[in-house]
């Protein structure tokens, strides 16, 4: 069974930075693309960074590129979502999940499983 565990997010004031963490486990990470999305309250699901399986590639929604960087390692199983330059709109519940469809990097349902979350606030 896929198990897929955020960590890293908190409370940080606006122009900070966090680094969150997933670790996965349950199937050959190194075979599937990630991504990472992040939900706030009232709002759907919506896209922000994913990763091709070999890191080679990478993709990012235009509301945080240039500040967020999305990074694997696959001999720990885990993926990275550095964020600096945080603002209070990122404030939102993040996810990680694992891509198995072959389309669209932004979609949600492109995506097979995900993670509990971790919470990011962003005070200004």
């Known amino acids: 069974q896929v198990q897929l565990v955020e960590s890293g997010g908190g409370l940080v004031q606006a122009g900070g930075s966090l680094r969150l963490s997933c670790a996965a486990s349950?199937?050959?990470?190194?075979?599937?693309?990630m991504g990472w999305f992040r939900q706030a309250p009232g709002k759907e699901r919506e896209f922000v960074a994913a990763?091709?399986?070999?890191?080679?590639?990478?993709y990012y929604a235009d509301s945080v590129k240039g500040r967020f960087t999305i990074s694997r390692d696959n001999a720990k199983n885990t993926v990275y979502l550095q964020m600096n330059s945080l603002k209070p709109e990122d404030t939102a519940v993040y996810y990680c999940?694992?891509?198995?469809?072959?389309?669209?990097?932004?979609?949600?349902?492109?995506?097979?499983?995900w993670g509990q979350g971790t919470q990011v606030t962003v005070s200004s």
């Open positions: 349950g199937r050959t990470f190194s075979s599937y693309a």
């Open positions: 990763i091709s399986w070999s890191g080679g590639s990478t």
């Open positions: 999940a694992d891509r198995s469809g072959q389309s669209s990097w932004y979609e949600v349902d492109e995506y097979d499983y």
